[in-house]
């Protein structure tokens, strides 16, 4: 399916590795990839590191990246405040070393909050503390263009998820009455910058969040496809809403290399996909007799989620498009919650 795609373009978190480890399979995946000479690159949230550091780490998993592949949430941070501000305007940076060496890079010049800034940059920083948020908040009140390099509630840990920048973003803007502008994901100028670089037309946008990586790639007009990988249960999957819909739902990166099935609409509302249906009974869902449940093959249970997917979104007709109101049927729950379970731990297919 990558063939149709002039760049794949990959979160990290979640997607390639968690904290330090790669997830199963996704080396050889893209190493596979590249090795077919495809166009690859890397866009990610995560501010505190450079995109040197970045793609070091991708290099030591196995993966021979460059580091002109890698966009962050910093660069596409400091580019909003260029533009703006233009050249050698005075930005306060808050966050870890990317967000500073992407303002070098930038040509703007980072100050300390004394220096009378005319621009904050946040990012996350794992040694950030309540001074720092402390001193962004004093520079906002005082005119500063405030940039958030993204969002994002939480962050992927080998302990699970752990608050991320949009939680300290949310801390400072408890103390001042504006609100940032938001650089990384789901915007779309950290996906505009990373496929510019690429020189890409139609990227595929992979990645295991669907208010970040899915709706960052709708909102660029690009194409979306998650892999359950990540933070995102199939479950979760089934309920959201519009403009967080991904185009392709694949259980890793190896099934990049495969031909995926696509649902087809059944005329009472279901749908099917392979050997899996699903049918809608009022607000809920159901497995038909037959489909595959905890146990089933991979592949099959893909499927299930596929037609799942299918049947749940159509519900939803063409207004807010939430299907949160939408009951699962336990079998059906149960299947796909085995399916979560093991598109996390399992080696990738393809």
Known sequence: MAEVHDLLLFDLDGVVYVGE????????????????????????????????????????????????????SSQAAAQLVLERLGAG???????????????????????????????????????????????????????????????????????????????LVGAVRNAVDVDPLVAGKPQPTLFHAAAQRAGAHHPLVVGDRLDTDVAGAVNSGMTG???????????????????????????DLGALHAPAPSPARTVEGGATCGRARVRLAGARIDGADGSPGPGAPLEDLMDLLRAACAAAWASSGSGAGTTGELAVEPALAAALADLSVRCRREQPSG
């Open 225 to 251: 496809a998650l892999v359950l990988t990540g933070l995102t249960s199939a479950l979760a999957l089934l309920a959201a809403p519009k403009g967080q819909r991904p185009d392709l739902v694949l259980p």
């Open 21 to 72: 480890d790669a997830v199963p399979g996704a080396v050889d995946a893209i190493g596979r990839a590249y090795d077919d000479g495809r166009a690859i690159g890397y866009a990610t949230n995560n501010a505190s590191r450079t995109p040197q550091e970045v793609a070091g780490h991708l290099r030591r998993l196995g993966i021979a990246a460059r580091d002109e592949e890698v966009t962050s």
């Open 89 to 167: 305007a005075r930005v306060l940076p808050v966050g870890g070393p990317g967000v500073r060496a992407a303002l070098l890079e930038a040509g703007l010049e980072p100050v300390g909050p004394d220096d009378q800034p005319a621009a904050v940059v946040q990012g996350f920083g794992r040694q950030l503390g309540w001074s720092d948020l402390a001193d962004a908040a004093a520079a906002i009140r005082g005119g500063a263009l405030w940039v958030a390099t993204n969002t994002d509630l939480t962050l992927p840990t080998e302990r699970g998820p752990a608050p991320g920048n949009g939680s």
